[in-house]
T-cell receptor, first 112, second 115 residues
Framework: GQQVMQIPQYQHVQEGEDFTTYCNSS?????IQWYKQRPGGHPVFLIQ?????EVKKQKRLTFQFGEAKKNSSLHITATQTTDVGTYFC????????????FGTGTRLKVLA | EAQVTQNPRYLITVTGKKLTVTCSQN?????MSWYRQDPGLGLRQIYY???????DKGDVPEGYKVSRKEKRNFPLILESPSPNQTSLYFC??????????????FGPGTRLTVL
């Protein structure tokens, strides 16, 4: 079946280092959303991208949607301890349904 | 305060005992969804609803039922729970799925253990 893999599964960084997580789908997605889940919490929406090749920035976070709409990335510049959590990508299959598929998640730990 | 609420937050039950997890949102959202979260698998969609009386299967619907009689409520029913349904469950809601503003708002989660 269709899968959305995220790499890496885990990442430990020193505070101040950059971090990138990659989201790769086996099929085309009509949109890509990113969520952050703090330990013990629920997913919280960060951003949505819908256009091929789209790039959006939120302060230290940069999000990109691939040209083929099958992959995406989230880059955090100069990580802070508040960035700790698991980051998920999600999207609708590009098949006319509104059924979400989520990525496997990347768990980020930031060492002070 | 705009929110999605779920009850109960924690539940330990036994195999075969029917249970319902309630979900309610106060944002007048059309789209509602149930997910289960298991380590290493991310969130997997169980069922979703585009609007009242419109529900559809997600990726892992087996063993679950839902209903959408009112816009604000979307209960998840396990008719005969089994141990493989032990998981963390999230309800979510959003504006219409095909629109530009369809960020999902998640409830706090329900941790279910089936013995």
């Amino acid at each position: 079946g269709q899968q959305v893999m995220q790499i890496p599964q885990y990442q430990h960084v020193q505070e101040g280092e950059d971090f990138t997580t990659y989201c790769n789908s086996s099929t085309t997605l009509s949109n890509i959303q990113w969520y952050k889940q703090r330990p013990g919490g629920h997913p919280v929406f960060l951003i949505q991208l819908v256009k091929s090749g789209e790039v959006k920035k939120q302060k230290r976070l940069t999000f990109q949607f691939g040209e083929a709409k099958k992959n995406s990335s989230l880059h955090i510049t100069a990580t802070q301890t508040t960035d700790v959590g698991t980051y998920f990508c999600a999207g609708f299959r590009d098949s006319g349904t509104y059924k979400y598929i989520f990525g496997t998640g990347t768990r980020l730990k930031v060492l002070a | 305060e705009a929110q999605v609420t779920q009850n109960p937050r924690y539940l330990i039950t036994v195999t075969g005992k029917k249970l319902t997890v309630t979900c309610s949102q106060n944002m007048n959202h059309e789209y509602m969804s149930w997910y289960r979260q298991d380590p290493g698998l991310g969130l997997r969609q169980i069922y979703y609803s585009m609007n009242v009386e419109v529900t559809d299967k997600g990726d892992v619907p087996e063993g679950y039922k839902v209903s959408r009689k009112e816009k604000r409520n979307f209960p998840l029913i396990l008719e005969s729970p089994s141990p493989n349904q032990t998981s963390l469950y999230f309800c979510a809601s959003s504006l219409p799925a095909g629109g530009s503003y369809n960020e999902q708002f998640f409830g706090p989660g329900t941790r279910l253990t089936v013995l």
